[in-house]
């Protein structure tokens, strides 16, 4: 199992050739600002998986109001937040 994920990584590592494209993003703020990628590889399922939150929120607070606290919900919203920022923004080519 170990040699699977010591693999797994290793190809992972050698197939990310944008890791080592610097120099490639905006310069200052006023370039960060206008240059928001639209990858829908990564736009798609981020939208998909709000989507689907809300709809698994809205159905189980009809059969149960208390099924979901705040901070459950606070918690995804702050982690799909993350997820946003570090995959579609251009912060990373910055």
């Known amino acids: 199992m170990r040699r699977v994920a010591r693999l797994a ?3 992972t590592v050698a197939s990310s050739s944008s890791a080592l494209a610097h120099g490639s993003g905006p310069q200052n703020f006023h370039e960060l600002a ?10 798609i399922p981020l939208a998909l998986s709000a989507l689907l939150y809300a709809i698994g929120i809205a159905r189980l607070r009809r059969v149960s109001p208390r099924a ?12 799909w937040l993350t997820l ?4 579609a923004s251009p912060l990373h080519p910055w």
């Open 9 to 11: 990584t290793l190809l």
């Open 34 to 43: 206008r240059t928001w990628p639209a990858e829908p590889g990564v736009l």
């Open 68 to 79: 979901l606290g705040g901070i459950e919900i606070t918690c995804f919203a702050a982690g």
């Open 84 to 87: 946003f920022v570090a995959l």
